[in-house]
């Protein structure tokens, strides 16, 4: 059974950038999917951070795209999040999750999710 | 920006009646080229992951119990719950997959009666 596991700190400071390893296990090769990001700020929806695909193809969200970068280990199984410049408004519940063999569209399974918490 | 509004924000229906959440879409999300409409229905219930429950409008997910339904076309969509158990108490959201940025609804959370 496929599983996702979001790892990184949970406390960042403002102005300093967030980074966050999704671990992905007891499933299909990486390659041949889109993995992507989403965030839930508490109390809140769910928000669309990025994807991206085997070779390093990057999708990201327009509002957040000067601030976000993907990237991917294959070899490890693993994908990765920065986000620069980050304020409270970036305090949130952090998901990896798996998108479709055709391209980002939906998202299943997700990880457990991560809470990030922006303060000084 | 595609931006999708689900109705009502809230929702409390009894065991076993009918529940049913809207989704709008600001434009169509309807691909004329495959005549699929590019929208998923997700489950997440209190510090849980969202859970997919339906992707194309309609297809189920698999395990996904058939008292789950979705439909509609263009830009109105709907997810039925045909008779409401215990364990359906969540909040549910809708997903365009059209274009970027793959934008939620803001959640319709259902309660018990």
């Known amino acids: 059974q496929l599983q996702l596991q979001e790892s990184g700190p949970r406390l960042v400071k403002p102005s300093e950038t967030l980074s966050l390893t999704c671990t992905v296990s007891?499933?299909?090769?990486?390659?041949?999917?889109?993995w992507g990001w989403i965030r839930q700020s508490p109390g809140k929806g769910l928000e669309w951070i990025g994807s991206i695909y085997y070779g390093g193809s990057t999708y990201y969200n327009p509002s957040l795209k000067s601030r976000v970068t993907l990237s991917e280990d294959t070899s490890k199984n693993q994908f990765s999040l920065n986000l620069s410049s980050v304020t409270a408004a970036d305090t949130a519940v952090y998901y990896c999750?798996?998108?479709?063999?055709?391209?980002?569209?939906?998202?299943?399974?997700w990880g457990q999710g991560t809470l990030v918490t922006v303060s000084s | 920006d595609i931006v999708m509004t689900q109705s009502p924000d809230s929702l409390a229906v009894s065991l076993g009646e009918r529940a049913t959440i809207n989704c709008r879409s600001s434009q169509s999300i309807l691909y004329n080229s495959n005549n699929k409409n590019y929208l998923a229905w997700y489950q997440q219930k209190p510090g849980q992951p969202p859970k997919l429950l339906i992707y194309?409008?309609?297809t189920r997910e698999s395990g996904v119990p058939d008292r789950f339904s979705g439909s509609g076309s263009g830009t109105d969509f709907t997810l039925t719950i045909s008779s409401l158990q215990p364990e359906d108490v969540a909040v549910y959201y809708c997903?365009?997959?059209?274009?970027?940025?793959?934008?939620f609804g803001q959640g319709t959370k259902l309660e018990i009666k």
């Open positions: 999750a798996r998108g479709t063999i055709g391209g980002p569209r939906w998202f299943d399974p």
């Open positions: 997903q365009q997959y059209y274009s970027t940025p793959y934008n």
């Open positions: 007891g499933g299909s090769s990486s390659r041949s999917y889109y």
């Open positions: 194309w409008t309609s």
